[in-house]
């Protein structure tokens, strides 16, 4: 059982949402716009947060955002709602930091399957073993859920983290995005590989002292992505 803030102003599809989870044994928690969940996060933190694009006094991109760029709360799944099916839409969640998006109107046993993707690739008993990891300055601590460059310490999304230490664990091993859509993802993504680009960039930016000449995550053109031990 997980406990999961759903942040949604329209009540029909709260209900639809939150009768969907708690039938699958999750605890849910209400809020219908972002100053109110705000005001929850600083009480409490949910394992998940279900965030709707358009909502009153705060709207879901500035609330993930700030979500992201807090320390206690920085490292929880976001999954964002969103009745705009544009892509730039799409793209931009992903870019505020959130690990996932579906567009409404949206199936609930899709909702759930997703939900349930994310919490299995964040659950901390999901195959970690033995210590760190460390590659060049890089240093992946996956009992810690953290990574750190160089002994400083990187604010990752759930995701980011993933990809990274999916990436890391094979060194030198080509990837497709579609594989990685499916792998970190865990669920077919219907060939979307814009997620996977905005993420690798994210870590770029977040890893490598020069993003614009990466050390760690090469771009394989027309195919992927492999990782790289600058030591090897």
């Not at 358009?54 to 700030?66: A, F, H, K, V």
């Not at 490292?75 to 969103?82: A, K, Q």
């Not at 009745?83 to 046993?109: C, N, Q, W």
Request: charged share 30%; with cysteine; proline share 5%.
């Amino acid at each position: 059982m997980a406990k999961i803030l759903v942040v949604e102003d329209d009540q029909h599809i709260l209900e639809l949402v939150r009768f969907n989870l708690e039938k699958e044994g999750h605890a849910v928690q209400a809020a219908v716009d972002g100053e109110a969940a705000l005001a929850y996060l600083q009480e409490e933190l949910p394992d998940l947060i279900i965030l709707d694009l358009m909502l009153p006094r705060l709207d879901g991109l500035e609330l993930c955002r700030r979500v992201r760029s807090r320390n206690h709360s920085s490292h929880l799944p976001i999954l964002m709602l969103t009745a705009k099916g544009e892509e730039v839409d799409k793209v931009i969640g992903l870019e505020m930091g959130a690990d996932d998006y579906m567009t409404k109107p949206f199936s609930p046993r899709e909702l759930v399957a997703r939900i349930k993707a994310l919490l299995r690739r964040t659950s901390r008993g999901d195959g970690r073993t033995g210590g760190p990891m460390q590659v060049g300055e890089l240093t992946i601590d996956a009992d810690r859920y953290e990574i750190r460059v160089g002994g400083v310490k990187q604010d990752l999304t759930p995701k980011e983290f993933e990809l990274l230490r999916w990436l890391a664990s094979h060194p030198g091993k080509v990837f497709t995005r579609e594989f990685l859509l499916e792998r970190i993802w865990g669920y077919d993504f219907f060939g979307d590989s814009r997620t996977v680009d905005v993420h690798i960039r994210h870590l770029r930016q977040k890893v490598e002292k020069d993003p614009g000449n990466p050390r760690y995550i090469e771009t394989v053109r027309g195919v992927g992505y492999k990782f790289r031990d600058p030591e090897v």
